[in-house]
Every structure is written in structure tokens, then in C-alpha cells.
């Protein structure tokens, strides 16, 4: 019930929107997480929003140059990278789950972003 899209091949410094699309969930009333991953080594938290307010809170590495946003009308979370580098470069995953919870129950499949130098 979710899918992330919009990863492909950047150069250093430029730009990405990741958009999480939900179906058959109002992801509105959902805690979203953004992770990343590269093969071999262990998946990152990236950057969280708040069901309630959309407060975010983003990793070190990425402070400053990715945000979250929702648009609820389009049922969408979206992940804005700006100023990529090249260790930015995995496989972005969405997930979602309640508030109060730790566990999420859904994942999205993942999207490559890949940062050239």
C-alpha cells in the first residue's frame, strides 16, 4: 500500500523528489520514516514526519539538505534532496506506522537514487 518513486541518477549537487504514494491508507494519520540502504551495510532512518503537525527530524548526515513533506490531498509523502552527494547514493524505502508504535506496518519497495561525481 505504498510505493516510492522518483529515484534515478543525479550529479553531485543536484536535486531529487522522492514521492510515497499510499493506497487503500489514509497515510495522513501515519508517522512516515524515509530509510536508505546500501547493499552490504545496515538501513538508515533518514528522515521522520509527525502525523499530527508534520514536524520532522532528519538524520546528521542529511540535516539541512533533504526535507519531508505531505500532501494529503494526493495522499502523498514526499522526501526533497537537495545538494546530493555521492554517499547519498542507495535504495530509499518508505514506511508508516502509528504514532504511539514502533513496529511499521508498511513498507514501501524501494527506488534507487544514484549520486554521481
Known amino acids: 500500500q505504498l510505493q516510492a518513486s522518483g529515484g534515478g541518477l543525479v550529479q553531485t549537487g543536484g536535486s531529487l523528489r522522492l514521492p510515497c504514494v499510499a493506497s487503500?491508507?489514509?497515510?495522513?494519520?501515519?508517522?512516515v520514516t524515509w530509510f536508505r540502504q546500501v547493499p552490504g551495510k545496515e538501513r538508515e532512518a533518514v528522515i521522520c514526519?509527525?502525523?499530527?503537525?508534520?514536524?520532522?527530524y532528519s538524520a546528521d548526515s542529511v540535516n539541512g539538505r533533504f526535507t519531508a513533506s505531505r500532501d494529503d490531498a494526493r495522499n502523498t509523502v514526499y522526501l526533497q534532496m537537495d545538494n546530493l552527494k555521492v554517499e547519498d547514493t542507495a535504495i530509499y524505502y518508505c514506511a508508516a506506522r502509528f504514532e504511539l508504535q514502533t513496529e511499521y506496518n508498511y513498507w514501501g519497495q524501494g527506488t534507487l537514487v544514484t549520486v554521481s561525481s
Open positions: 487503500e491508507i489514509s497515510l495522513k494519520t501515519y508517522y
Open positions: 514526519i509527525e502525523s499530527v503537525g508534520s514536524r520532522t
